[in-house]
């Protein structure tokens, strides 16, 4: 989870570049590239730089290469398990002032599939950013009788996709044959209901069926119990189903909120159940007014440069988040969790000044 948050703030921070013309290189040799092939294409390209008509623009394509260039030779290196990817750049400054070098060299956590040489006005992180989100996708889907919410839960933060009404009618209050007939009509439509659900579903889930890892079922739980009999899901998807069926008062985005806490108590392997158990241990530890742990910026980080931290837990959006704290994390071998700021978790630490930690001593 850290290691994806770094790369991610690192990589918005090489989308926020804008340059002139192709000031900006981009360069990304996956662990299949040999490497005496890239530093001859390279050559190549660096050669070529004099047919470009632009004087600055020349310069600035051949400054990146050269500087490229000579990472690649001077250190010799084979390219690594997961490849390599340069970001180099010339960030002209306004009103005539000293131009800023940008000089990244990030190793992925995952292979890189795709040689991209690119020269531009801005870095292209596609790939790399790709592998910022969790590949694992727990699908929510709530229903009541004609209505269905259905969310993404990739790591810890929810997303939307459906939120849809479907028509039926009310149950009736008259007798005898009418009654009977009336109720089988609603059976009717709501069995359509449940069907148009498994469709939806089907067609949602199963281009992406290998990187589901559970499909919790919710809201009603007659309802949702019905669907899971009658609504025609796909059999594969079907085995992606938790045995689990959870009761969400509310068929709508809030509902999936309610669903994420709900969702991390049966399916254990989840990030937003690792931050849960952590935070529960820290109140846990707080209402015994426990001496190993405090909260607050001051006095964690005070506790941080003392070494005293064993586990830090910071909110994702929270400034203090930087790279100098990333370091100070590392030096004393804290272990980092950073919580989501969608979760209960997150702003009951929020209410807590966004940063505890439980401490060595």
């Not at 690192?10 to 804008?18: F, N, Q, V």
């Not at 590392?330 to 980092?336: A, D, H, M, P, V």
Request: hydrophobic share 40%.
């Amino acid at each position: 989870m850290v290691d994806r948050y770094q790369l991610k703030r690192k990589l918005a921070e090489l989308k926020a570049y804008k340059g002139r013309q192709s000031s900006f290189t981009t360069l990304t040799i996956p662990p299949t590239k040999a490497l005496a092939d890239v530093i001859s294409f390279v050559r190549a390209e660096l050669a070529g730089c004099e047919n470009i008509k632009s004087r600055v623009n020349r310069r600035n394509v051949a400054d990146n290469l050269t500087a490229i260039l000579s990472e690649l030779t001077k250190r010799q290196f084979s390219v690594p398990p997961n490849g390599i990817a340069f970001f180099y750049g010339i960030q002209e400054a306004e009103g005539g002032g000293t131009a800023h070098e940008i000089r990244e060299i990030l190793v992925p956590p995952a292979p890189l599939t795709q040689f991209v040489y690119i020269c531009g006005r801005e870095f292209v992180v596609d790939e790399l950013l790709a592998m910022t989100q969790p590949k694992s996708l727990i699908v929510i889907v709530l229903i009541e009788g004609g209505k269905v919410t259905i969310g993404y839960l990739r790591g810890k933060h929810m997303e939307l996709v459906r939120d849809e009404d479907y028509y039926i009618i009310g149950k009736t209050r008259a007798g005898g044959q009418s009654a009977r007939r009336y109720e089988h009509i609603r059976d009717g439509l709501m069995l359509d209901f449940f069907k148009h659900v498994g469709r939806l579903l089907n067609e949602l889930l199963l281009p992406n069926i290998t990187n589901i890892d559970a499909i919790v079922v919710g809201g009603n739980t007659i309802r949702a119990q019905e669907f899971l009999e009658k609504g025609e899901l796909d059999y594969r998807l079907r085995q992606k189903v938790a045995e689990t069926v959870i009761s969400v008062s509310q068929i709508d985005e809030l509902g999936l909120y309610e669903a994420m806490k709900e969702a991390s108590r049966i399916l254990r392997e989840t990030e937003i159940y690792a931050e849960r158990q952590a935070w529960d241990s820290f109140l846990e530890n707080l209402m015994k007014g426990s001496s190993t742990i405090t909260y607050g910026k001051n006095e964690v980080l005070e506790a941080l440069k003392a070494g005293r931290v064993q586990k830090l837990l910071i909110l994702e959006d929270s400034p203090d988040l930087t790279d100098n704290l990333m370091q100070e994390v590392s030096n004393f071998g804290t272990e980092l969790m950073v919580f989501s700021s969608q979760t209960e978790s997150g702003a009951q630490l929020r209410g807590l000044g966004g940063m505890a930690a439980t401490l060595r001593w």
